[in-house]
């Protein structure tokens, strides 16, 4: 079965960093294009960053500048990486995969920033 498993949220205070991880198993990761989501209350899903097998990326304008994403092929993990750190960033922040119309989603890890 596709897993997904997030890691790495927390509280920070505005400008702050943090390191988000997604531990992928259970499909052929390194051909995969896999992403980050984010939801924050009251608001839609967006698209945060996405990242192709052979690691061409796109970020949503919003994060431009702000948010890395990456991927390690042997270790079957994706990464979010994120500098200065905005209130508006406050999320619950969500591994994606999507093969051929077909999503699959981790559980989620809440993100905070907040003084």
């Known amino acids: 079965q596709v897993q997904l498993v997030e890691s790495g949220g927390g509280l920070v205070q505005p400008g702050g960093s943090l390191r988000l991880s997604c531990a992928a198993s259970?499909?052929?990761?390194?051909?995969?294009?896999m992403g980050w989501y984010r939801q924050a209350p009251g608001k839609q899903r967006e698209l945060v960053a996405r990242?192709?097998?052979?690691?061409?990326?796109i970020y949503g304008d919003s994060v431009k500048g702000r948010f890395t994403i990456s991927r390690d092929n042997v270790k079957k993990t994706v990464y979010l990486q994120m500098h200065n750190l905005e209130p508006e960033d406050t999320a619950v922040y969500y591994c994606?995969?999507?093969?051929?119309?077909?999503?699959?989603w981790g559980q989620g890890t809440q993100v905070t920033v907040s003084s």
């Open positions: 259970g499909f052929i990761f390194n051909i995969n294009p």
């Open positions: 990242i192709t097998g052979s690691g061409t990326t």
């Open positions: 994606n995969r999507n093969w051929y119309g077909n999503n699959y």
